[in-house]
């Protein structure tokens, strides 16, 4: 049973839940996938109720992760260039100009 969003294809829902509304989909994808998820990487349920597609939550928390807060203006104490490389690429929109340094980066928004 597959269940989320792929580029090309599109939503991918399965049919037991054809029957329910945007909102209720967007519960139930969010809690499966945050079972499967890292602590880090967890998607808040209130961004099943903004209305948004599976796709558009996901770009959705991966420009929450991306914002930049440092409320306390101290300096930068750690720097990681592969997580760097691939948000850059993100916001660039050019995927393939990833390096192949950007394995293993440790920001969640670029795992």
Same mark, same amino acid.
């Not at 990681?80 to 929109?93: F, L, M, R, T």
């Not at 990833?98 to 795992?111: F, G, Q, W």
């Given at each position: 049973?597959?269940? #989320?969003f792929?580029?090309g294809?599109?939503e991918?829902?399965? %049919?037991?839940?054809?029957?329910?509304?945007?909102?209720?989909?967007?519960?139930?994808?969010i +809690?499966?996938y &945050?079972?499967?998820?890292g /602590?880090? *990487? @967890?998607?808040?349920?209130?961004?099943a109720?903004?209305?948004? +597609?599976l796709?558009?939550?996901?770009?959705? /928390?991966?420009?929450?992760?991306?914002?930049? @807060? +440092?409320?306390?203006? %101290? @300096?930068?104490s750690t720097f990681?260039i592969?997580? &760097? !490389? =691939?948000?850059? !690429?993100?916001? %660039? #929109?050019?995927f393939?100009? =990833?390096?192949? *340094?950007a394995?293993?980066?440790?920001?969640? !928004? !670029? /795992?």
């Amino acid at each position: 049973m597959k269940f #989320g969003f792929l580029s090309g294809i599109g939503e991918i829902t399965p %049919s037991i839940f054809s029957g329910l509304d945007a909102v209720n989909k967007a519960r139930i994808f969010i +809690n499966l996938y &945050n079972c499967c998820a890292g /602590r880090e *990487l @967890k998607i808040p349920l209130v961004y099943a109720y903004s209305g948004l +597609n599976l796709e558009g939550i996901f770009l959705k /928390r991966i420009d929450d992760l991306c914002a930049f @807060k +440092n409320p306390s203006r %101290s @300096k930068i104490s750690t720097f990681c260039i592969a997580s &760097n !490389a =691939v948000i850059c !690429a993100y916001k %660039s #929109g050019k995927f393939e100009a =990833v390096p192949p *340094l950007a394995v293993s980066p440790k920001h969640p !928004a !670029a /795992r």
